[in-house]
């Protein structure tokens, strides 16, 4: 690869044009050709970014909440990233799903992988206005595609969400809404978001 060696210019940066890109690498300022980047847009990719797009939204209904916001600010501060990003991350490394119909007093399945940390992680109904936390008394597990079974005593439709725990306004107390990141599974057949919502009737 050709060196650039000039007095003029110390540390380039981005493209010239659509022929030549400047960048730094370990200290050390190079040029290359500008490529486009691949974008298939397969299934995968397009359910893992309409995931992404749904986080998005979830936050922007969080951080209209200053002390919500602040909270999850001070979760992120161990992992020297945004509280934006925390909720992100661990959205994306979640996801959960449960069927579409039940029953009242049936029990149905929920089917989870937790990106959240464990010890932490919990798992809510949201009914449309109460939250509900149905986390298992010995917690959720760790690992792909786990499994726990709900039961819910009223009909209605509700949402499963994935949520953190260790994010609490002073003086409040779990479950709250802003706790809750994720009620999403990325459809690779479909390039979808699938949210977790059962109809209980």
Avoid: H
């Avoid at 994010?167 to 999403?184: F, H, M, R």
């Amino acid at each position: 690869m050709p060196k650039w060696i000039s007095p003029l210019f110390t540390d380039a940066r981005n493209a010239l044009g659509d022929s030549v890109v400047f960048s730094n690498w370990k200290g050390r300022s190079y040029f290359r050709s500008y490529v486009i980047p691949a974008n298939p847009r397969t299934l995968k990719q397009q359910a893992n970014r309409n995931v992404l797009k749904e986080l998005v939204k979830r936050w922007q209904s969080i951080k209209g909440d200053a002390d919500a916001k602040a909270a999850w600010n001070k979760a992120a501060l161990p992992y020297q990233i945004s509280g934006y990003n925390l909720f992100t991350k661990f959205g994306r490394l979640s996801k959960v799903s449960c069927p579409a119909t039940g029953s009242v007093n049936v029990p149905f399945t929920v089917t989870y992988t937790c990106g959240i940390p464990i010890a932490d992680a919990g798992l809510y109904v949201f009914d449309g206005t109460n939250w509900i936390d149905k986390t298992p008394a010995t917690g959720l597990e760790a690992g792909a595609d786990k499994t726990v079974s709900i039961t819910l005593g009223t009909a209605g439709t509700y949402y499963i969400f994935l949520a953190y725990k260790k994010v609490l306004k002073s003086g409040d107390t779990s479950p709250k809404g802003y706790q809750a990141i994720t009620k999403w599974m990325p459809d690779y057949t479909t390039g979808l978001a699938k949210e977790a919502k059962i109809v209980i009737s």
